[in-house]
């Protein structure tokens, strides 16, 4: 973890109220799962730094992205940021998605502000030549984001209404193939009723399940206990920004 200014390569516009990010990456080699913190204004208003998973990073030219959501002020000074902007960055920060054991496939599961990590995590293990299935799920076609996907997975785009690809949710997709699931590996990232399907879906088929939790956080590195979860532990709570984001879904209490 390093504390560094990045200079904004592009911010645009990919869905109905989702941004990609991109920016120049001056700290240590990020991995799927991990996340960072930022800052791009002024003063104290916002006061705390905002964290972000990351969807993308590329060594040959030093630069990462994130995808974001239009919600808050800091969110929408954001979407204002143009080429050459500077911005504060903390990271590499977190714990990474663990490489599914040998024989088993990767599905990895997304869903509205949880696409990016899956992309990053879905391009990483296309490049192991693992070919995993990709699964995201979106409200409508609206919402489906104009980015780059990993040419060496397979990818099943699904909405609510059935504007674009399979209708319904990433969930009842999955369903559809359930006899093919007995040996995979589960990764999910997005709401919270998908990640608890998953889970279920991973109890059913016996199979691993890790997923990443989407926690408010203020400080980002364990100091303050606002991201706290429960889980089955004897502990009973765990620091997202720093136990997580990525957890075993069998330790995460569901209820």
């Known amino acids: 973890m390093v504390q560094f200014h990045s200079e904004v390569i592009s911010c645009r516009e990919t869905a109905r109220d989702y941004y990609e990010l991109t920016f120049t990456w001056k700290g240590p080699v ?3 799962g991990q996340f960072l913190t930022l800052r791009c ?14 969807s993308a990073y590329d060594a040959a030219e030093k630069r990462a992205s994130l995808i974001f959501q239009k919600r808050g ?5 954001m979407t204002r940021l143009k080429t050459g902007d500077h911005i504060d960055i903390l990271g590499p920060l977190g714990g990474v998605f663990p490489a599914p054991a040998e024989g088993l496939r990767p599905v990895i599961v997304g869903g509205g502000i949880g696409t990016g ?9 296309s490049r192991a030549g693992l070919r995993p299935l990709l699964v995201l799920g979106f409200r409508d076609k609206a919402y489906v984001p104009r980015v780059h996907l990993p040419t060496g997975c397979e990818t099943v785009i699904c909405t609510d209404d059935g504007s674009t690809g ?24 997005g709401p919270h009723p998908m990640l608890k399907g998953l889970h279920e879906l991973a109890l059913e088929t016996d199979s691993p399940c890790f997923v990443s939790v ?6 980002g590195i364990g100091a303050c206990q606002g991201c706290a979860v429960p889980v089955e532990l004897p502990q009973k709570f765990l620091r997202v920004c720093q136990d997580g984001p990525v957890f075993d879904s069998r330790i995460m209490k569901w209820t």
């Open 30 to 32: 990020p991995q799927p």
């Open 41 to 54: 204004w002024d003063g104290d208003n916002p006061l705390l730094r905002r964290p972000f998973a990351l």
């Open 73 to 77: 002020p800091a969110t929408t000074l």
């Open 117 to 125: 990590p899956v992309l990053f995590l879905a391009e990483a293990l």
């Open 166 to 189: 399979f209708k319904g949710n990433v969930i009842d997709y999955l369903r559809t193939r359930k006899d093919e699931l007995a040996k995979a590996a589960f990764y999910g990232c």
């Open 214 to 219: 989407e926690e408010v956080m203020a400080c």
